[in-house]
């Protein structure tokens, strides 16, 4: 009875704080990304034995000439406000890093470094959208995108695609999904959470169909460049039609397993990284100065330095993917980037295992955190409902113990 007085008074007072709170974080949904990555900690913590394939997040430790930088750069007394769009010599690293990574020419007042690039993402899409614009969004997509868009008061616009087509959106789709209203497209190659890579002729042919419509703008976001398994990577700004009207978005998180050092930065027209950079003014200033000395050496780096982590997480993917297919009613592409894999499960909706009854993606996730003891991420958060995402950025042998306790769960 006490506990019963006890949960309806918090629940009571959970409700009324939540009136309080604004409608723009009322409406916002919870990154189920961070979400699912949370629970798996907590049931870790409880002691059950929890495989967790739920966050995009390399395990490997940062490479020591990175940490080295970042310890030098303590020892120099690097300890003051920075820049807000970031050092001089960070913005010289990254022009030439696009320069010679993705063959791009951005000057130094092109770039805008931030904190991570999801704050870069949020910053583009705070001073590109107003309210009622639509955002065109291919699905599947990263998570936050949707929640950005929600946030400047756009309308997300999904063009949903499917296994069929290897998770990519036609030219046919993208040209049906444009209106008058249309203000920016998401782009996002190699994909999170498909894992897909358009070649250079799939961008081309999308640009021809963007070249009709000259007040759109494209956010490229390359975060997952240098985790490609086959042919090369290509970017939008690339294109001499595209190039005015691209934001190209990248960081340091994936490529050199820096997540929590929180660095992305974008290439951009100057008019755009100056507003960004206002923005950024308001709301966090210059990016962690320790953070972006590290950030220089590791973009000064030969890509070679990195090329350990790639060959690991292509052996990885060799394995889950084989792991997987011998489960009846997963259905895999085959992806040629990032580290995840995104099977449609939708074989199993209606069907009731261990008592629980499967309605979509999101309880077909649960079943395997609660049955299987293993974290994954449902589609629906991506815009694909069909789907679960697991991410094989873990060590293979407990990707292949968390397969085989999910095979065992569907036999
Ligand atoms: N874009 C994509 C597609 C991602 O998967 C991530 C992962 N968090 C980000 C952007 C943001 O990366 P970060 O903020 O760690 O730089
Ligand atoms: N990008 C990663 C993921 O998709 C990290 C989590 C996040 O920032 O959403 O899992």
Request: charged share 0%.
């Given at each position: 009875m006490v506990s019963f007085v006890f949960y309806y008074f918090s629940l009571l007072n959970n409700l009324m704080m939540h009136t309080k709170l604004s409608n723009r974080i009322n409406k916002l949904p919870v990154s189920q990304t961070l979400a699912m990555a949370a629970k798996a900690r907590v049931l870790k913590a409880e002691g059950k034995d929890i495989i967790s394939l739920s966050l995009g997040e390399p395990d490997f430790n940062t490479p020591d000439f990175i940490k080295e930088a970042a310890k030098k750069a303590i020892d120099d007394n690097y300890n003051s406000y920075t820049p807000v769009n970031g050092y001089l010599s960070l913005r010289e690293a990254i022009a030439n890093k696009f320069k010679r990574d993705n063959l791009l020419d951005y000057t130094t007042n092109q770039i805008v470094v931030s904190t991570g690039a999801k704050q870069s993402l949020a910053n583009v899409v705070m001073v590109l959208v107003n309210p009622g614009d639509e955002v065109l969004l291919p699905a599947p997509y990263w998570v936050s995108y949707e929640a950005m868009v929600n946030l400047a008061d756009g309308v997300p616009v999904p063009i949903t695609t499917s296994i069929k087509s290897n998770f990519k959106i036609t030219p046919e789709q993208l040209e049906k999904a444009i209106t008058p209203k249309t203000k920016l497209l998401f782009f996002n190659s190699p994909n999170n959470p498909s894992g897909s890579v358009y070649s250079e002729e799939e961008y081309r042919a999308l640009a021809k169909i963007l070249e009709k419509h000259p007040n759109i703008y494209v956010i490229s976001d390359e975060i997952y460049e240098h985790i490609l398994f086959e042919g090369t990577n290509f970017s939008f700004a690339r294109i001499k039609n595209m190039y005015d009207r691209t934001i190209t978005v990248n960081g340091v998180s994936k490529s050199f397993a820096m997540t929590g050092w929180r660095v992305g930065y974008i290439g951009a027209p100057e008019w755009i990284a100056k507003a960004c950079t206002k923005m950024q003014g308001q709301i966090t200033s210059g990016t962690n100065c320790i953070a972006q000395m590290a950030t220089i050496a590791a973009l000064e780096a030969s890509v070679s330095k990195i090329k350990f982590m790639v060959d690991e997480f292509k052996v990885r993917r060799t394995l889950i993917l084989d792991l997987l297919s011998q489960i009846k009613g997963f259905e895999l592409n085959k992806p040629e980037g990032a580290f995840y894999v995104f099977p449609n499960?939708?074989?199993?909706?209606g069907k009731t295992i261990q008592g629980i009854k499967i309605n979509n993606a999101s309880d077909f996730s649960m079943l395997i955190l609660e049955k299987a003891n293993v974290a994954t991420v449902t589609g629906e958060a991506f815009g694909a409902p069909n789907c679960i995402r697991l991410s094989y950025a873990t060590s293979q042998k407990l990707l292949t113990e968390a397969i085989k306790r999910i095979a065992e769960l569907l036999k």
């Open positions: 499960i939708s074989y199993y909706f």
